[in-house]
């Protein structure tokens, strides 16, 4: 009997046992059924918050382009109302209460603006006319049918009834590629200014040439823009540099990307503060080897004094300099009627300097230059400053009236 129980314990034990691993991989099933459902859920959750964006973002673009639309359509409209030129299309009435030198205005700004719209459409391509002297291919000449008159910059011919028009179309091909054979053989443009100074004015072959000339016009305009924006001063053009400017970007040729704002304000200045190194370096070599004290100071004023005549000066006028005063000293020592005087707004600024050395206007003076720079320094509230000054600077820029070294 004991025997029979103990095995039937055990078999109680391994079907609780069997019944329990049973549970547990039901449960882990179901586990991973949920996992699975939510992550499939998340998936369709993402689609759709796509699908809804990318909705949302068409009926937005369609709205905007409908908003402009509708604008556009408003303005024509208040146009026409105010000018009285409704057409069929159109069905708008002229508004009674308008003027007749607004409405007059209004008719001669919409003819304005069709004609220019109408010349535009007429005249060729920008590109197409700086192309055209790139041709080097003959030209192909083909029959147009009677219509709209083709764009082409090659020569028309119409026969008597005017039923076909036979026109040369050229071939416009891509501008010439530049290698480094060029720079060898590219002409220097210091070189090519002075001789076009030398030669003076000379007649071009092409000089009458209408296409040369209306690029001439747009490219002289476009400039004349840019100096008006930038505000630069009119006197720029007198420059030296300015002529070799222009022929480097002529031999470059077209599409030279322009510069931009770093390269201007960083590695260009460096290679210009070189080359002004370059220049001077021969000077300095020179004032090196000659001495700056009283007495050459004295004897460059004195042979100046007698290459002008003794009687004709009366006085010297030099800065404030140690050695410059001394030199005045020994110059009133043998000149009896000769007088020297130091510059009185070099004394002031000296003045100047020493009266904001002291400690308690010292701070107030480096506050102001801290405020100066920072507004200064920041565009929106430098105009908020204009705007509330009446368009007057914390500093007024002046032409200083220090005098050269020495002056007679």
Wanted: proline share 5%.
């Amino acid at each position: 009997m004991k025997g029979k129980k103990t095995e039937e314990k055990k078999r109680r034990e391994k079907r609780k046992k069997r019944e329990t691993a049973r549970q547990k991989r039901n449960e882990k099933k179901k586990k991973k059924k949920k996992k699975k459902k939510k992550e499939r859920q998340k998936r369709n959750e993402k689609k759709k918050k796509k699908r809804k964006d990318r909705n949302e973002t068409k009926k937005k673009n369609e709205r905007e382009k409908w908003q402009k639309k509708k604008k556009k359509r408003k303005e024509e409209n208040l146009r026409t109302n105010i000018a009285g030129t409704s057409s069929l299309r159109r069905n708008i009435t002229a508004c009674p209460k308008c003027p007749a030198e607004v409405r007059e205005e209004i008719r001669e700004y919409m003819t304005k603006k069709k004609k220019e719209k109408e010349e535009m459409n007429m005249l060729p391509h920008f590109d197409e006319l700086a192309n055209a002297y790139e041709e080097d291919e003959e030209d192909d000449v083909e029959v147009i049918e009677r219509g709209k008159r083709p764009l082409a910059h090659g020569s028309e011919v119409s026969s008597a009834r005017g039923s076909t028009t036979i026109s040369t179309v050229s071939k416009t091909k891509k501008p010439k590629q530049k290698g480094p054979i060029d720079v060898f053989f590219t002409p220097n443009p210091d070189v090519v200014v002075q001789n076009r100074k030398a030669q003076g004015k000379q007649t071009r072959i092409d000089a009458n040439d209408p296409y040369r000339k209306e690029l001439r016009e747009q490219a002289c305009i476009r400039f004349a823009r840019w100096m008006y924006d930038a505000g630069i001063p009119f006197n720029a053009v007198n420059c030296d540099s300015f002529g070799l400017m222009i022929e480097a970007i002529g031999q470059y040729g077209p599409s030279m990307k322009p510069r931009s704002y770093h390269e201007v304000r960083v590695p260009l200045l460096k290679k210009e503060i070189e080359h002004t190194n370059n220049l001077m370096k021969g000077h300095r070599d020179d004032w090196v080897n000659y001495s700056k004290d009283a007495e050459k100071m004295f004897q460059l004023i004195e042979k100046f004094v007698e290459r002008i005549g003794e009687a004709n000066v009366v006085q010297i006028v030099t800065d404030s300099a140690a050695a410059n005063v001394l030199a005045g000293k020994f110059l009133e020592a043998k000149f009896a009627h000769l007088y020297w005087t130091p510059c009185a707004a070099h004394c002031l600024d000296l003045m100047l300097e020493d009266i904001f050395k002291i400690p308690s206007l010292k701070r107030a003076f480096e506050r102001a230059i801290v405020v100066h720079g920072f507004i200064y320094n920041r565009p929106t509230l430098l105009n908020m400053m204009r705007r509330f000054t009446q368009m007057k600077e914390l500093i007024k820029p002046a032409k200083p009236d220090l005098q050269p070294p020495f002056s007679l």
